[in-house]
Structures are given as structure tokens and as C-alpha cells.
């Protein structure tokens, strides 16, 4: 199964962009990208997802490099809210979620 | 708000008891998983339910189990509870099968095992 890497911990100043990375070195041509976050004391929930193009949402932007081996999660603008554990997975093309590993993620600290 | 929901919130159970956590499926989503997450770690995929039917498993032992109900409320259960069993156990649904599809997490239950 894919597996990710992230950074444990990142720190950005309130109001200025964020970027988090990921590395999927071994990502296949089918699986697509997609980040959760996890704030405090809740369950994880969705960001954005993509396969090869570059997407943006209404939270955030994801750049997915060329030979997709890694991404970055682009927060614009942080605020205290999104203080989080921010994970980036792979999720198949097919068999649901039992092929997806979480690691650790990366914690965001956001400085007022 | 996911729309989905756990119960209970919180408990505190004894080693070797059984223990049945529940989870509500936003509506329209048919499948949901479970998840273990220890302190300072990711989930931990344990199993996934189709339309009642157990339809992947992660390394779990068979200790662990669930349920699928028509509404597609579902339920974990845990047998001979071990220290190590202690985390926060969350359900996610999904709406479909597609690589597209996101999950809906609930806020978990966090089980401590003494």
C-alpha cells in the first residue's frame, strides 16, 4: 500500500500562507491525493482531493507536482481555526478505504 | 457538522469486558468504516461495511467486529478488552465507492481500557 510522508509539525503566523507538504514516492497512476484535518477533540475531516491537476475549494488549494511524487496543501491566509493535524492520503482507484493508510500527519500551529 | 454521529462520547471500561460502540450514517451514505486512533497517531483502518456486509478488514484481530443495519447506523464491537484497546475509535461514512467520494467522520468515542 502507498504511504505518505509529512512533516510532524509546521508553525505560520496568523493571516499568512501555509504550505504543507507531502511525499507519495510510490503512488500509482489511479490513486488520488486527498488531505483530512483533524482539529482538537474532533474527528478527522475533509479537505480537498485531487489526481494530477492542481484543485482549488473554498478552504484550500492543493499543487500536485508534475510527477505527482508529492503535493502541497496551501492554506492562504491561516487563521486560529485552522490549528490542526493535517493528513495526506492515498486512496485507491478501487477497494474502498482498507488500502489507505493515515500516518501521523503534520500538527499546524498558528501563532496569533 | 458531518451529520454524523457517536455514542457514547466517552467511556471507561475494565480489562477483559466487551464494549459496543455506535455510530449514525449521514442518510444516503451506504458504507462506513471504523477507525482506531491511539494518542498522537493517525486512524487506524479496522473494518468497512457495505450495505450490511463486511467488505474489507484491516490488521485487527477478530476480537473486534460490526454490525451494518438497513438504515446503515452500524456498530463496533470489541471483546476481551485490552489495555492497549484504550484510543478514540471513529466511524466514517461515504457515500459511494468512487475514488472521488470523501468521508464523513463522526467525533468519535474515546474508550479507556483499566
Known amino acids: 500500500d502507498a504511504k505518505t510522508t509529512q512533516p510532524n509539525s509546521m508553525e505560520s503566523n496568523e493571516e499568512e500562507p501555509v504550505h504543507l507538504p507531502c511525499n507519495h514516492s510510490?503512488?500509482?497512476?489511479?490513486?488520488?491525493i486527498h488531505w483530512y484535518r483533524q482539529l482538537p477533540s474532533q474527528g478527522p475531516e475533509y479537505v480537498i482531493h485531487?489526481?494530477?491537476s492542481n484543485v482549488n475549494n473554498r478552504m484550500a488549494s492543493l499543487a500536485i507536482a508534475e510527477d505527482r511524487k508529492s503535493s502541497t496543501l496551501i492554506l492562504h491566509r491561516a487563521t486560529l481555526r485552522d490549528a490542526a493535524v493535517y493528513y495526506c492520503?492515498?486512496?485507491?482507484?478501487?477497494?474502498?478505504?482498507?488500502?489507505?493508510?493515515f500516518g501521523i500527519g503534520t500538527k499546524l500551529q498558528v501563532i496569533p | 457538522e458531518t451529520g454524523v454521529t457517536q455514542s457514547p462520547t466517552h467511556l471507561i471500561k475494565t480489562r477483559g469486558q466487551q464494549v459496543t460502540l455506535r455510530c449514525s450514517s449521514q442518510?444516503?451514505?451506504?458504507?462506513v468504516s471504523w477507525y482506531q486512533q491511539a494518542l498522537g497517531q493517525g486512524p487506524q483502518f479496522i473494518f468497512q461495511?457495505?450495505?450490511?456486509?463486511?467488505?474489507g478488514r484491516g490488521n485487527f484481530p477478530p476480537r473486534f467486529s460490526g454490525l451494518q443495519f438497513p438504515n446503515y447506523s452500524s456498530e463496533l464491537n470489541v471483546n476481551a478488552l485490552e489495555l492497549d484497546d484504550s484510543a478514540l475509535y471513529l466511524c466514517?461514512?461515504?457515500?459511494?465507492?468512487?475514488?472521488?467520494?470523501?468521508?464523513?467522520f463522526g467525533p468519535g468515542t474515546r474508550l479507556t481500557v483499566l
Open positions: 492520503i492515498l486512496r485507491p482507484h478501487s477497494g474502498g478505504y482498507q488500502k489507505v493508510t
Open positions: 510510490t503512488i500509482s497512476g489511479t490513486d488520488y
Open positions: 485531487g489526481l494530477t
Open positions: 442518510s444516503g451514505h451506504n458504507t
Open positions: 461495511y457495505y450495505r450490511e456486509e463486511e467488505n
Open positions: 466514517a461514512t461515504l457515500r459511494g465507492a468512487e475514488p472521488t467520494d470523501t468521508q464523513y
